[in-house]
């Protein structure tokens, strides 16, 4: 956690930037002055002013850092998703960022689980069935028994593990670094070619950073034994498509995903009809548990800058 040094008393001189009306998020601490921007094109108020910055969230990474790169130099800046991809490189020396680590664990989980479910179950042979009136009976994969090696084991991949329990599968977890868990060993990525072999689903819920984009490639790919189901939900360039592509296209493996790259993926990309895959349009943080969380979030963090309190969710290069 990071202090933010702002005395109680002076909380009339603070400039918040919030993408939410003020009214829509009753609660907020009295004293500064909120400012709400949502990445209209003219700015409602002079960004050098703004001492809280929080970016519009769903509208890219252009839009989100605009203010600062017409001089908002805040104190904070707090993103409402767990990735800072979108604003890294952009936010000024001396600014503390924070993260909405825990808003979307519930969401994004949820989706992890659906899209491994839907995938081993055959749930797109079923729907495309049901839409041409064809009884498409069979045996399907269950994930009761199955391996499941979740790459990217932060706050997501516990939740993501937290619902994966009740299905009596087995689980290998992977992080930047190997650590103790409390469900189990937490192993390095660099022990991943060792167990990539060893598992029937590969679920990536691991931020993008200089170290995991393209993590997943040809290489990486050719370690998973045939049939293997893999899962996005973390970001699509941390896969390479090309590389997918070919694995999918050979029908030795299946993926699931909810990011891909190019993203969205356009009209006419191999992707879209790889036998094997189901895709969804990046909705695992677009749930309706997204608001409540996110203005719980803006009220303790706000509260906390206004007291002169520590802040949760602070990014660091550590």
């Known amino acids: 956690m990071a202090h933010i040094a702002n005395p109680a008393s002076a909380a009339a001189g603070i400039t918040v930037w919030l993408p939410i009306p003020l009214a829509d998020i009753p609660g907020l601490p009295e004293g500064p002055t909120y400012v709400h921007w949502d ?17 519009p969230y769903w509208k890219g990474p252009e839009v989100a850092t605009r203010p600062l790169r017409h001089g908002a130099r805040p104190r904070v800046v707090q993103t409402l998703t767990a990735g800072i991809d979108h604003v890294r490189g952009h936010v000024p020396p001396g600014t503390v960022l924070c993260n909405a680590r825990g808003v979307h664990n519930a969401s994004v989980a949820e989706l992890a689980l659906t899209l491994t479910l839907a995938s081993l179950r055959g749930i797109p042979h079923f729907v495309h069935g049901q839409e041409v009136e064809q009884w498409r009976a069979g045996v399907y994969s269950a994930l009761a028994d ?26 290998l977890r992977v992080a930047r670094t190997a650590r103790s868990a409390p469900l189990g060993p937490v192993h390095a990525l660099a022990d991943l070619p060792d167990l990539l072999p060893r598992a029937d689903v590969v ?32 970001r699509g360039r941390v896969v390479d498509t090309k590389a997918l592509l070919a694995e999918l296209e050979a029908k030795r493996l299946r993926a699931a995903l909810d990011v891909t790259d190019p993203e969205p993926l356009p009209v006419g990309h191999p992707l879209w009809h790889a036998p094997g895959v189901l895709i969804s349009p990046h909705v695992g943080n677009k749930t309706s548990a997204f608001l409540p969380r996110v ?13 002169g309190e520590p802040l949760e969710n602070v990014v660091t290069d550590d």
């Open 39 to 55: 990445g209209e094109d003219i700015f409602p108020a002079d960004p050098v002013a703004a001492d809280f910055y929080v970016p």
């Open 146 to 171: 199955r391996t499941v090696l979740i790459v990217g084991y932060g706050a997501i991949g516990r939740a993501i593990e937290d619902r994966l329990t009740p299905f009596e599968c087995d689980v």
């Open 203 to 234: 679920i990536l819920a691991t931020p993008l950073t200089d170290a995991t984009v393209g993590l997943v490639d040809a290489a990486f790919l050719a370690r998973m034994r045939d049939g293997t189901l893999l899962v996005n939900i973390a």
């Open 295 to 307: 203005k719980r979030l803006l009220r303790s963090q706000l509260g906390r800058f206004v007291a």
